[in-house]
Structures are given as structure tokens and as C-alpha cells.
T-cell receptor, first 108, second 113 residues
Framework: EDQVTQSPEALRLQEGESSSLNCSYTVSGLRGLFWYRQDPGKGPEFLFTLYSAGEEKEKERLKATLTKKESFLHITAPKPEDSATYLCAVQAGNQFYFGTGTSLTVIP | DVKVTQSSRYLVKRTGEKVFLECVQDMDHENMFWYRQDPGLGLRLIYFSYDVKMKEKGDIPEGYSVSREKKERFSLILESASTNQTSMYLC????????????FGSGTRLTVV
């Protein structure tokens, strides 16, 4: 069964404490892996698309990487404004599969 | 700035009412989607459309219908609202070809009482 699993469910970091969020997937025929940021009460905001193993994308303090079975979202020296839920989605064929997200809290 | 606009941020409706959720995109995207998002369950696909007047059922279509009379507008209809349809509803769109991530609207928080 095609599936996307994110871990941890919740993560609390001190400001400046770097960490990684994980998205593992079991789909065949991966066409793309997407990371989104979602603030409370709002729609998800697109961050990155990764298409093939070994690919990396960066934006400010965020860096996304992709292997054949998982993706990591690395957060370097996070700030309180990075607090949000981070969603991972995988496209296989014409289907999109979403994980349930990691809720990140960065404490000043 | 390209956008997906959902007509209401918050709605409160009574059980049994017919509810319309509207979504408009200004990006000339072919594909449009309706999801609901619930804690612990993530995003679940209700309906989607790849073209005007075309619709396809997603994973949880029961109790919902959709309408796409114009390319830019995709409406979700709750035929007879029930309390278990209380949720956050998200509209999204993508260009044709589907190698692109979704652009989401800001969501409609629907409460059915």
C-alpha cells in the first residue's frame, strides 16, 4: 500500500538548535516529493519539490534532501518564526499522498 | 501574486443545511482539488477535476458533490451537512502535467452544529 509517514509528530527546539524532520515513503513510480509549511488556521505553503534521489534544495534555514526511501528537512539554527507544521507529500502517477505532518515549535 | 482564493475563512452551519464552499484560482490551472484536513488524519482527498465540467471522486466523496462550470472556479457542495463534516476544507490547484506541487487556498474552517 502506498504510504507516507512523517516523524516525529511533534518537535520542540531551542532557538539555534538544529535538527531534521523525516518523511519516509513507500510508493512506486515516484514523480515528485513536496514539502509544505502550514501555519495554524491557514493553508499549506509550498516550500520545495524534489524529483530524484540525491537531489537537494535550500531556502534560508531549510534544506531538503531525498533518497530512494525518504526525505529529510534539515533546519539549521531555527528561529521562533520557523514554528509551524511541516507537511510532506509524494506524487506517484496522478495520485498525491500526504503525511500527517510534523509540528515544530522553536522556543526563544 | 498568484492565488487560490476560498470564499470564506470560517463558516458555521446547522445540521441538514446545504453548504457551498467556493474556490477560485487565477493561475489558469487545469487541475483543482478539494481536501479536508483533520487532526491525526492529515489531508484526505474529497474530489478533483482535471478540466471544466469534469470531476473525479477522491478517497472520501460520500456526502459531497462538486461543480466546475468554469476553469477558474471549483465548488464543493455538502448536500446535507452533518456534524462529522466539521473540518478544515482546503482547495488546491496545479497546472496540467502534474509535476508541480499544489498551490493551496487559505482554507475554510467549517463547523456544523
Amino acid at each position: 500500500e502506498d504510504q507516507v509517514t512523517q516523524s516525529p509528530e511533534a518537535l520542540r527546539l531551542q532557538e539555534g538548535e538544529s535538527s531534521s524532520l523525516n518523511c519516509s515513503y513507500t510508493v512506486s513510480g515516484l514523480r515528485g516529493l513536496f514539502w509544505y509549511r502550514q501555519d495554524p488556521g491557514k493553508g499549506p505553503e509550498f516550500l520545495f519539490t524534489l524529483y530524484s534521489a540525491g537531489e537537494e534544495k535550500e531556502k534560508e534555514r531549510l534544506k531538503a534532501t531525498l533518497t530512494k526511501k525518504e526525505s529529510f528537512l534539515h533546519i539549521t539554527a531555527p528561529k521562533p518564526e520557523d514554528s509551524a507544521t511541516y507537511l510532506c507529500a509524494v506524487q506517484a502517477g496522478n495520485q498525491f499522498y500526504f503525511g500527517t505532518g510534523t509540528s515544530l515549535t522553536v522556543i526563544p | 501574486d498568484v492565488k487560490v482564493t476560498q470564499s470564506s475563512r470560517y463558516l458555521v452551519k446547522r445540521t441538514g443545511e446545504k453548504v457551498f464552499l467556493e474556490c477560485v484560482q487565477d493561475m489558469d490551472h487545469e487541475n483543482m482539488f478539494w481536501y479536508r484536513q483533520d487532526p491525526g488524519l492529515g489531508l484526505r482527498l474529497i474530489y478533483f477535476s482535471y478540466d471544466v465540467k469534469m470531476k473525479e471522486k477522491g478517497d472520501i466523496p460520500e456526502g459531497y458533490s462538486v461543480s466546475r462550470e468554469k476553469k477558474e472556479r471549483f465548488s464543493l457542495i455538502l448536500e446535507s451537512a452533518s456534524t462529522n463534516q466539521t473540518s478544515m476544507y482546503l482547495c488546491a490547484s496545479t497546472p496540467g502535467g502534474s509535476y508541480y506541487g499544489y498551490t493551496f487556498g487559505s482554507g475554510t474552517r467549517l463547523t456544523v452544529v
